[in-house]
């Protein structure tokens, strides 16, 4: 028997983070965050001076990049055995993964990746096309979603407990500009189809949406009868 994928996918600031990662805590599974993977990848063009046309050389880079996610109390990520965790998250990079991340044979090649976790783990993945391309047949597929005002406010606040001082209705701008890219881009992009759990976390604190969610996964493994 295969094992056990809980696919988490969503808009981002969504909460999809958050709610995976203690998902994967109570469950035992690893936790795989395939957007540490493209913002990898776009870390590595940036500091390597590739443009983003280029588009030969972006993918000869990824076929010989190393990506290291390590499930510890850290999350760390590592990239040709440099530990980039924090340098990922910063808004450069936010804005520009969405050149790597619409590349056909580069998502190739972070799929491969993203499938191999599977061979020996059970895993909660997160992302935008998990249950769509990485693992159709996962046994537990959540979209989480929430309204735009909430993720921008979430974000917001993150940013503020870091010492960033940002504007609220920029935030909002940014991420309705993410929408749009992740929802309409041509290669994978973020759909919900009808074999996918809805979550709207708009108005449910993060307990909440853990427990639907480790409910659906009882619900699924009595089904699978084991
Ligand atoms: O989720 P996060 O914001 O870290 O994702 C970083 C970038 O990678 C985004 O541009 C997102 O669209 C892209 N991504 C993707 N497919 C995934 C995960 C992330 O295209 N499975």
Redesign the pocket.
């Given at each position: 028997m295969k094992n056990f994928v809980v696919a988490i996918?969503g808009p981002?600031g969504a909460g999809?983070?958050t709610v995976a990662k203690i998902v994967a805590k109570k469950l035992k599974f690893l936790y795989v965050?395939?957007?540490?993977?493209?913002?990898a990848l776009?870390l590595k063009a940036m500091k390597l001076g590739i443009p983003w046309n280029e588009k030969e050389k972006l993918i000869e880079m990824a076929k010989n990049t190393k990506i290291e996610l390590l499930d510890n109390d850290k999350y760390r990520v590592l990239l040709d055995g440099e530990d980039v965790s924090e340098e990922?998250r910063k808004e450069e990079?936010?804005k520009n993964?969405?050149y790597?991340?619409?590349i056909l044979e580069i998502?190739q090649i972070?799929w491969g990746k993203?499938r191999d976790f599977r061979e020996k783990y059970n895993i909660v993945m997160?992302?935008?096309?998990?249950g769509s391309k990485?693992f159709p047949d996962a046994q537990l597929k959540i979209f989480l979603d929430a309204s735009v005002e909430e993720r921008a406010k979430r974000r917001y606040l993150q940013l503020k407990g870091m010492g960033i001082e940002i504007n609220l209705e920029e935030i909002k701008k940014e991420i309705i500009k993410?929408d749009e890219?992740?929802k309409n881009?041509e290669i994978?992009p973020?759909i919900k189809s009808d074999d996918y759990y809805y979550i709207d976390t708009t108005n449910l604190t993060i307990e909440e949406v853990v427990e639907k969610i480790i409910k659906l996964y009882e619900k699924k493994k009595e089904e699978r009868g084991n």
């Open positions: 996918d981002a999809k983070s965050d395939t957007g540490a993977m493209y913002r776009t990922i990079v936010s993964s969405d790597v991340a619409s998502r972070l993203q997160e992302g935008r096309d998990i990485v993410r890219r992740d881009r994978a973020l």
